[in-house]
């Protein structure tokens, strides 16, 4: 796909694999539409790339619906927006927070595929759906469903580029919220982290070049095609998590303690880092 000139709507903009994203089309040539809940962040993002600002929740139903009627058409679509809770599956259940999670991570990003219908498609998954974690139940079963839907997608529209993005360890805000959850930090530590302009760099050459998937960092490989190993390892490390009966909503517009991590996130200078 030649990417100069064509109109493209990232939604979670504001900041991590989004804002690089964004930026990074930008440098080819697109011509950009950002929404995210953050206005403030998505006018500095605008005053830098000339982009066109939707402010949006897109945890609420009907949001995409009216965001996808607000942008009117676009040639590409980037589903990358998504947040979690940090909670006990048998503590939050089904309720208004649980909810609201999954429209962002999956209900949201189909209804912007329903309603644009775009010449290509980017869903942002990520690698949660084969790497389970205490309290990240919600957020990778979420994921896995979205997965899911883009693999159907591709199979039911031949003549739409559909691109599944699965990123692992990328050193974004989001990681600051994921150190808050028990035993994280000390798996975090030991791994190879991407960056989010290496993610967003994997992404729009997957666009380019027509590519149906892209693994971020490529060294996680292995964990997507050998899921059970990898889900054994982590069910030996987290028998010594002690998981607390708590809900914590991330994300720019989650709790006081998540939206602090975020603030106090500073990128890592780690030799680990991986692309």
Known sequence: MELRGRRVLVTGASSGIGWATATELHRRGAHLVIAARSVDKLDELAARIGAEVFPVDLSVPGAAARLAEAVGPVDVLVNNAGAGVAAPVAVIGDDETARAALELNYWSPLALVQALRPRAIVNVTSLAFVTPWPLSGGYAAAKAALSTATE?????????????????PVDTPVQAEVRLIPGSARVLDRVPTGTAEGCAHRI????????????????????LAFPTVGRRLLRLT????????T???????????????????RPRRDPRRSQ
Do not use: C
């Open 238 to 245: 987290a028998r010594h998590v002690v998981t607390p009966e």
């Open 204 to 223: 729009v050459t997957a666009l380019a070049r027509d590519r149906t998937r892209v693994v971020y960092p490529r060294l996680y490989w292995p964990a």
């Open 152 to 168: 159907t997608l591709r199979m039911e529209n031949p003549g739409t580029l559909v691109v599944e993005v699965i990123p692992g």
């Open 247 to 265: 809900v914590l909503r991330t994300g720019s517009q989650g709790d006081p303690q998540a939206r602090a991590a975020r603030e106090s996130w």
